[in-house]
């Protein structure tokens, strides 16, 4: 087939989904060719050696990708990132429709940022078979309670999950709140995201993961990742404390709420909750293998049980065991798979019995939550489970839109 893949972020930028699905279609053999934007995530700016400009493609066997000026919108505020959007789908309109003028399929990694974008594409290729992968779901309840700008991007999502020949979710969940915006149950289909299986592998700890994460035989839970308002980390800090000498609580990452939650930790004298600074992602299966148990934790909110966090792929593709605070599908996926153990999320208490368990658990049997869950990340949710699915979607859209023109 002839596939377009449009996506906001490619790499260089951490965006393995959309990079890692564009060279292993192209290495069956598809012609693929990708419309995105110059780098610029996570810190807003262009990267260093990059310069925005119109003509700027790069082709390897079977594999094109053209790049289009978008505004970086580096403020960080509510309307730069609508002038990123808004941009983006201009200059992806004005290259677009000559650049996918013959695709079979177009595939879309369908986020908030792509929207507009996809809405303007679909217009000028005239209805081209789209696969969208949705990765972030705002619905017409959403364009309810939101105003100006917000509401715009749920409203226009919404038309493109209507038009769209297979809507592909990344958690049953939301495959629900698709269904509630009136998409056909048999057009909605879920395939889970992967993790990068370059870095994320089962490793052995060298001695410096080992410093870095033990002090001594205790138990150790690692929270790797950002530190924000949506994990609720305050609700793991006053688990550990209440736990004292029985475990270590090692938090790995930064983000917004860091000095609020390295405040609380201090207000209770939690010794045993230690603040290690983000590291490169190469470096993590280390971390994970050093410790005993990763922490994957979301807050009590509607928008978040139809959410996997992508550390829980990756902890499962290290053959990491699991302790999860959260409800929706996180918590059922540990569960299904026997990875490690839940709670529901916010619950201090219910997360300290968990950690209490935890550390009592044999490390044979620790290992074998972690095998249980590596067998799962596989079958489910590994790379090439994944773009099986994602290409046979293709191929039906495809075919059931006839022949190419």
């Known amino acids: 087939m002839r596939i377009g893949i449009l996506s906001y972020h490619f790499p260089p930028e951490p965006a393995f989904i959309p990079g890692s699905l564009a060279e292993e279609l192209a290495r069956r053999g598809h012609e693929v060719r990708v419309l995105t934007g110059f780098p610029d995530y996570p810190g807003g700016h262009v990267y260093p050696g990059w310069r925005q400009r119109w003509r700027h493609q790069t082709h390897s066997e079977r594999l094109t990708v053209r790049r289009v000026p978008r505004y970086p919108g580096g403020d960080g505020s509510a309307g730069g990132r609508m002038a990123s959007y808004l941009s983006f789908a201009g200059s992806a309109a004005l290259v677009g429709r000559r650049y996918l003028a013959d695709v079979d399929v177009l595939y879309v990694v369908q986020l908030p940022a792509t929207t507009f974008a996809t809405a303007g594409l679909l217009r000028l290729l005239g209805r081209v078979p789209t696969v969208l992968h949705v990765q972030d779901l705002w619905t017409e309840a959403d364009a309810n309670e939101r105003r100006g700008w917000s509401g715009r991007v749920a409203t226009t999502m919404r038309r493109v999950l209507g038009e769209a020949g297979v809507v592909a979710v990344t958690a049953p969940s939301m495959r629900d709140l698709v269904l509630a915006d009136g998409v056909a149950e048999d ?13 994320f592998q089962p490793v052995r700890p060298g001695r410096a993961a080992q410093a870095l994460v033990r002090r001594d035989a205790r138990c150790v839970v ?9 994990q609720g980390l305050e609700t793991a800090v006053r688990a550990a404390a209440a736990l004292g000498d029985r475990m ?42 050093a410790a005993d148990y990763q922490l994957v934790m979301l807050r009590d909110l509607p928008e978040l049980r139809g959410t996997v966090p992508g550390k829980v792929q990756s902890a499962l593709a290290c053959a990491a065991p699991v302790v999860a605070s959260a409800g929706g599908d996180t918590a059922a996926l540990v569960e299904r798979a026997r990875a490690g153990l839940s709670c529901p999320p916010e619950d201090w208490a219910a997360l300290a019995d968990r950690f209490w368990l935890a550390s ?16 799962t990340y596989l079958r489910e949710m590994s790379l090439r489970a994944g773009v099986d699915r994602i290409e046979a979607l293709l191929g039906e859209v495809a075919g059931a839109a006839g022949p190419a023109r």
């Open 187 to 199: 057009r909605v289909r879920t395939v889970l995201n992967w993790t990068d299986e370059r870095i």
């Open 222 to 230: 690692m929270h790797a990742g950002t530190i924000g308002a949506r």
């Open 248 to 289: 270590d609580l090692v938090l790995v990452g930064s983000g917004a709420e860091e000095r609020r939650v390295r405040g609380l930790a201090a207000e209770l004298g939690a010794d045993n909750v230690r603040f290690v600074e983000r590291r490169s992602p190469v470096d993590m299966p280390e971390l994970y293998a």
């Open 360 to 375: 009592t658990i044999p490390l044979p049997a620790r290992a074998e939550m972690g095998r249980r869950g590596r067998e």
